[in-house]
C-alpha cells in the first residue's frame, strides 16, 4: 500500500472515529437505550481506534521504507559519482603518462640525432685530417711489424718510426 492511500485510509478512519463518537454522544443522551447497544458501539469504536493505530503504523513503515529506497538510491549515486570520477582520473592519469612517455621518446630521439650528427663531425674531421697528412711509401715490400710514435710537432705534424718486415721477393 503506498504512502498517499494510507494516508486516505488514516483519513478516513479518523472520519469514522468522530463520526462514532458523535453517535456514542447521542446515545448516551437518550434515555432508555440499551446499554448493551452503548457498549457495542464504544467497543466498535475501540476497533475504529486500533484500526488507526495499525494504519499510522503502516504509514509510518512506508514512510521509512520510502526514506529507505531514498537513501539507498542516493548511495548508488554518489557510488556511481565516484566511479566516474576515478574513471576520469585513471583516464587524465593515462594521457600524461602518454605524454610523458612520448616526451621521453622525443627527447631520446632528439639525442640520438644529436650523437649522430656528432659522429658524423667528428668522421669528417678525421676524414678532413687523412686527407691533409702526407703520404709516405716505403721503398721496401713487407709488412709493419712496430711503429713508435716520437712526437708531434707545434704545426701538427706527426713524427713515428716503422719497423718493417721485408718480403724476399
Not at 446499554?35 to 521509512?64: C, F, W
Request: with cysteine; glycine share 4%.
Amino acid at each position: 500500500m503506498g504512502c498517499s492511500q494510507t494516508k486516505g485510509a488514516i483519513a478516513s478512519i479518523e472520519s469514522q472515529i468522530e463520526i462514532k463518537k458523535q453517535e456514542l454522544d447521542y446515545l448516551s443522551q437518550l434515555e432508555d437505550i440499551d446499554p448493551n447497544i452503548i457498549s457495542h458501539e464504544t467497543s466498535k469504536l475501540e476497533q475504529l481506534k486500533l484500526s488507526k493505530e495499525a494504519a499510522v503504523r503502516d504509514y509510518q513503515l512506508a514512510m521509512g521504507k520510502l526514506q529507505t529506497a531514498k537513501d539507498s538510491r542516493a548511495y548508488q549515486e554518489y557510488q556511481a559519482s565516484l566511479t566516474e570520477e576515478k574513471r576520469v582520473q585513471e583516464m587524465n592519469q593515462s594521457r600524461l603518462n602518454y605524454q610523458r612517455q612520448l616526451a621521453e621518446y622525443e627527447q631520446r630521439l632528439a639525442d640520438q640525432e644529436y650523437r649522430i650528427t656528432q659522429f658524423k663531425l667528428n668522421l669528417n674531421n678525421i676524414e678532413n685530417a687523412l686527407a691533409s697528412l702526407s703520404t709516405v711509401k716505403s721503398p721496401y715490400g713487407g709488412k709493419v711489424r712496430r711503429i713508435q710514435w716520437l712526437g708531434q710537432a707545434p704545426d701538427g705534424s706527426l713524427t713515428a718510426e716503422i719497423t718493417l718486415m721485408v718480403n724476399n721477393n
